[in-house]
Nanobody, 124 residues
């Protein structure tokens, strides 16, 4: 299974980006999906997760109110809309799939498949 993350880039502080993560896997609609990030020298950090049907979402406190996770099961794609970006948001961003379909509380081990990461750089 491949998850393809895209949409990263360079943005000024206060700006916005939308990340996408897509797959050709037919079982995508059954999965819960999450977004994580990892900054240089730091551990991978949970950001947001969404249930298989989009009815439930969960966010880390660090991004609540600024980031929004959504999904389009018809397109096998999950999104992360990032607003009011800060320099400390600079990191490689990863999408991940939890085959249980249920949103976990940000536990990395709950996610079976991972995308390759997309770099987000926020300049001050």
């Amino acid at each position: 299974v491949q998850l393809q993350a895209s949409g990263g880039g360079l943005v000024q502080a206060g700006g916005s980006l939308r990340l996408s993560c897509s797959t050709s896997a037919r079982t995508f609609p059954n999965w819960a999906m999450g977004w994580f990030r990892q900054a240089p020298g730091k551990e991978r950090e949970f950001l947001a997760a969404i249930a298989w049907n989009g009815d439930y979402t969960h966010y880390a406190d660090s991004v609540k109110g600024r980031f929004t996770i959504s999904r389009d099961n018809a397109k096998n794609t999950v999104y992360l809309q990032m607003n009011s970006l800060k320099p400390e948001d600079t990191a490689v961003y990863y999408c991940a799939a939890d085959l249980s379909g249920v949103v976990s509380q940000g536990i990395l081990e709950d996610y079976e498949y991972w995308g390759q990461g997309t770099l987000v750089t926020v300049s001050s």
